[in-house]
């Protein structure tokens, strides 16, 4: 399996953001510099996280993006499902995981279930600090 770039993009966002939390919004041109993506990836990779609740933004002279809450409160998992859309890597482990489509299902729901949990183990504020190392 295979994680998007915009995973990748987003953890290292999310860790910028992090470290100035919590009080200095960071521009899109700063993320730019950061992260060296195109500054519309940025903004698409916010706007996935700010409909997730985990980002938010202000416009103007000392606006940026900055995170919703604290990092110690926001899981590695948040971020990775928001931006791969919930991580439903096969059919078997959407709405709950209730199809016995095939005899594989249960290896999906199973490999779905330890990712999601090892995820929502890590919070970014141990990112940011080194901990996950």
Avoid at 13 to 36: F, M, Q, R, W
Avoid at 42 to 67: D, P, T, W
Wanted: hydrophobic share 35%.
């Amino acid at each position: 399996m295979k994680l998007s770039s915009k995973t990748h993009y987003g953890l290292i966002a999310c860790h910028v953001l992090g470290k100035n939390y919590p009080d200095n919004p960071v521009s899109a041109s700063t993320l730019e510099a950061h992260i060296s993506v195109s500054g519309k990836y940025i903004e698409k990779i916010m706007r996935m996280l700010s409909a997730r609740g985990i980002v938010c933004a202000n416009r103007g002279a000392s606006g940026g993006y900055f995170l919703s809450r604290d990092p110690k409160d926001i899981t590695i998992g948040e971020i990775v499902r928001a931006l791969e859309d919930d991580m439903e890597i096969i059919e078997c482990v959407k709405d709950g995981g209730k199809c016995k489509c095939c005899p594989t299902s249960g290896v999906w729901k199973r490999l779905y279930s330890g990712i999601n949990n090892l995820l929502d183990q890590m919070t970014l504020k141990q990112m940011i600090d080194g901990e996950l190392r």
